[in-house]
T-cell receptor, first 115, second 116 residues
Framework: DVKVTQSSRYLVKRTGEKVFLECVQDMDHENMFWYRQDPGLGLRLIYFSYDVKMKEKGDIPEGYSVSREKKERFSLILESASTNQTSMYLC??????????????FGDGTRLSIL | AQKVTQAQTEISVVEKEDVTLDCVYETRDTTYYLFWYKQPPSGELVFLIRRNSFDEQNEISGRYSWNFQKSTSSFNFTITASQVVDSAVYFCALSEWKTGANNLFFGTGTRLTVIP
């Protein structure tokens, strides 16, 4: 089974802090994604990566950055946390198939509160 | 532009009732994929089904069935004889075909509560 592991289930940080959310997958997937989930808005894509050191902006990248130094690990960074970044963050991964779009597999999520 | 609409925000049914979750999508691509995910209270999104735009056959998996109709741009999900364990938020998602990373566009989700 695919396993996507997010480092924390719950995290509380203060405004202005630099926050790191870590995600590791064990299936050698090329693609990795970061989403945030807010009530009434569904999941929105923040950033994604299709290879080591490669990154692409999603729909809401402002206030975030990412890092992918190794294939299995994809980090989301809040450069200076703000209260409007309080949310559930979900990491996902998928492999590249030249013939079809493969499903993404998700971690358990990190519920981040910024005080 | 891509869009996925799940008009039903919340649904409550009594155990053993059948329930249908609606999903309507918009895309300009001729090749695309549709997905359903389940998010139980634990938080993890669980993949349920993938369907490509060229395959309009309905699918049944146990108590779950999916009805894909391109003519109405809908991909509805029916649970037969619902159970308490079906209580979750269900998301419909669209992915347009391209090589490399294929992003998912999610609907806002439908929260299903099955009452014992």
């Amino acid at each position: 089974d695919v396993k996507v592991t997010q480092s924390s289930r719950y995290l509380v940080k203060r405004t202005g802090e630099k926050v790191f959310l870590e995600c590791v997958q064990d299936m050698d997937h090329e693609n990795m994604f970061w989403y945030r989930q807010d009530p009434g808005l569904g999941l929105r894509l923040i950033y994604f990566s299709y290879d080591v050191k490669m990154k692409e902006k999603g729909d809401i990248p402002e206030g975030y950055s990412v890092s992918r130094e190794k294939k299995e690990r994809f980090s989301l960074i809040l450069e200076s946390a703000s209260t409007n970044q309080t949310s559930m963050y979900l990491c996902a991964s998928s492999f590249i198939d030249s013939n079809s779009n493969q499903p993404q597999h998700f971690g358990d999520g990190t519920r981040l509160s910024i005080l | 532009a891509q869009k996925v609409t799940q008009a039903q925000t919340e649904i409550s049914v009594v155990e053993k009732e059948d329930v249908t979750l609606d999903c309507v999508y918009e895309t300009r691509d001729t090749t695309y994929y549709l997905f359903w995910y389940k998010q139980p209270p634990s938080g993890e999104l669980v993949f349920l089904i993938r369907r490509n735009s060229f395959d309009e056959q309905n699918e049944i998996s146990g108590r779950y069935s999916w009805n894909f109709q391109k003519s109405t741009s809908s991909f509805n999900f029916t649970i037969t004889a619902s159970q308490v364990v079906d209580s979750a938020v269900y998301f419909c998602a669209l992915s347009e075909w391209k090589t490399g990373a294929n992003n998912l566009f999610f609907g806002t989700g439908t929260r299903l509560t099955v009452i014992p």
